[in-house]
């Protein structure tokens, strides 16, 4: 019963959208369909390699494939020119008022509701490597881009003469790769069936076998595989209660949805002349989708607190404050809802600049549609917030990089933010961990302008990737966000150094460089944590040493 009316409703809700949308101020850019000419000729050539430049020995090329043609559904939406606008909204607010109550009554609240949606399916979505060698390239790929399709979700964005990833799904694939070939734009296959890749990412764990870990170790962490939020959180619990000495889980705050917001404080205590001691801040997990990070932050966490004499020389001179997972709502979600989903989990759709009107379509067309949640938590810190023009970040609630509807908006970003403000004069290092693509990235990321310092930045940068290179021979590269990998506005490492005013202040981008992407094996967790391990131990030792 409960399908069935609401299916009733979206054909209801549907008819009402497209009444109001001629007369809507357009929240959102307008969302163009990338065209494929007729009679496209399919002689380009797709290429290998699986790091981020071109491989010129590894082209294969791929045979023709039958077009299938997609129809897309697209309303454009107007300038607004309301004429009975206060009637209409009166009119809608009864009648959305009395679906509401109906809904409630049948299917229970919204929350409720979304509980029970199932959980999001990439069977044969593909991950797609393509080969820009011009700037038409590059612009042909960046209209792609902005056309916004459900079905094509760019993971690296368009650059000349370096790699862009992008998830296809699967009715527009062939289209797609007709479209590739006709442009001249090499490409490459790097997982056919995400999907698949998606299922045998993470060993699952038997309640016996993880009855067994906390019989022998006290915990049920392993870096053999990735832990959902709350077995992190117990874990660092675990650490303060077996080694209070050292170890001091600290509530920052609440997420969205109510979770704790835990980091742990490492520390011995005060310095010689009892004076708190330089400290390192470490934190992982600001995007839901990257796991890595809040493993090796996790990792970090056992080598200083559980075998904490072989670091006695570090832990005297150095606190650690690591926060292994920013945001618990998303990361919970991309483990029960959606694996890719990037964003905090919030709405705010009361706090758009709207109607109370239009606040009540929106409320109801997500309540039906179930889009638009979250906020990009690395476009939210309050440093050059909300520039969207070169600054990587959008004002469309719906997009990925969504930079809130203004500077922390999210609690996630707020509770950490005011910690480090807090203790900003003893924090000496920022680092914060995502994926993917292999870069220890230095400020500035708003601009192309490098901060005066950046030469000092880049070559302790440089010696931490050196450290890291020893450990498995694995190649970072050393450079500003907005020269290596795009532009970001409101992002967390330029908040740190541009307003929290601690010097050393870094993005690291983890492995890979995009075989897997976001979906790394957790095989690789541990390879990963030592060699990050190693380059951070340097740049403690070197920063340091030098205060």
Not at 261 to 278: L, Q, V
Not at 468 to 487: E, F, M, N, R, W
């Amino acid at each position: 019963m409960a399908d069935d009316f609401k299916s009733t409703l979206c054909v209801v809700f549907v008819g009402l959208s497209a009444i109001i949308a001629a007369n809507r101020v357009a929240a959102r850019p307008q969302r163009g369909d990338f065209e494929l000419a007729a009679g496209a000729i399919c002689n380009c050539s797709s290429t290998g390699g699986d790091d981020g430049s071109f491989d010129e020995g590894n082209r294969a090329r791929y045979s023709d494939e039958e077009i299938e043609t997609d129809s897309d559904f697209t309303i454009d939406k107007e300038s607004r020119g309301f004429s009975l606008t206060d009637l209409v909204e009166s009119m809608f607010s009864a009648v959305a008022s009395g679906i509401g109550s109906i809904v409630t009554s049948i299917i229970g609240t919204e929350k409720n509701f979304r509980s029970r949606s199932s959980r999001v399916s990439y069977k044969n979505h593909q991950l797609i490597r393509l080969y820009p060698n011009s700037q038409e390239h590059v612009n042909d790929l960046k209209e792609l881009e902005k056309s916004e399709s459900e079905d094509v979700k760019f993971w690296t964005e368009p650059m000349y003469n370096r790699t862009t990833d992008v998830v296809i799904g699967p009715d527009l694939v062939s289209d797609l790769k007709a479209f590739l070939r006709y442009k001249g734009i090499d490409f490459k296959v790097l997982i056919p069936d995400l999907q698949k890749t998606i299922a045998h990412q993470n060993p699952k764990m038997t309640k016996e076998q993880r009855d067994d870990l906390v019989t022998t170790n006290g915990h049920s962490m392993t870096w053999k595989r990735y832990h959902r939020y709350g077995e992190i959180v117990k874990y660092l619990e675990y650490l303060a209660l077996r080694y209070p000495n050292i170890a001091e889980v600290i509530t920052l705050g609440h997420s969205y949805e109510g979770q704790p917001i835990k980091m742990i404080k490492i520390s011995t205590g005060t310095n010689k002349d009892g004076e708190a001691k330089p400290a390192i801040w470490i934190d992982a997990g600001i995007h839901a989708r990257e796991w890595i990070g809040s493993a090796v932050a996790t990792y970090i966490v056992s080598q200083l607190v559980e075998k904490n004499s072989s670091y006695a020389k570090l832990l005297d001179n150095t606190d650690w404050m690591i926060l292994p997972v920013v945001n618990p709502d998303g990361y919970e979600f991309s483990h029960t809802g959606d694996r890719l989903w990037r964003k905090t989990r919030s709405n705010h759709a009361d706090d758009e600049d709207d109607s109370r009107f239009l606040q009540l379509v929106n409320r109801y067309t997500r309540w039906l549609w179930g889009k638009c949640e979250g906020v990009d938590p690395n476009r939210n810190f309050d440093y050059h917030w909300g520039e969207v023009e070169e600054g990587g970040a959008s004002l469309d609630p719906c997009h990925e990089t969504y930079a809130g509807p203004r500077a922390f908006s999210e609690p996630e970003t707020k509770a950490m933010a005011d910690y480090i403000l807090a203790n900003k004069q003893n924090i000496r290092v920022y680092l914060t961990l995502h994926s993917y693509s292999q870069m220890w990235l230095v400020p500035w990321g708003y601009t192309d302008t490098k901060p005066s310092d950046y030469s000092e930045l880049a070559s302790v940068a440089k010696k931490a990737i050196g450290a890291v290179t020893k450990i498995h021979g694995t190649d970072y590269q050393v450079g500003p966000s907005a020269d290596l990998l795009y532009p970001t506005s409101g992002a967390s490492d330029d908040w740190a150094k541009g307003v929290a005013g601690i010097k050393y202040a870094y993005t690291v981008e983890l492995r890979d460089r995009g075989r897997y992407g976001f979906l790394l094996p957790a095989s690789q967790i541990v390879p990963t944590a030592r060699e990050i391990w190693a380059g951070i131990k340097t740049i403690a030792r070197l920063v340091i040493c030098n205060t």
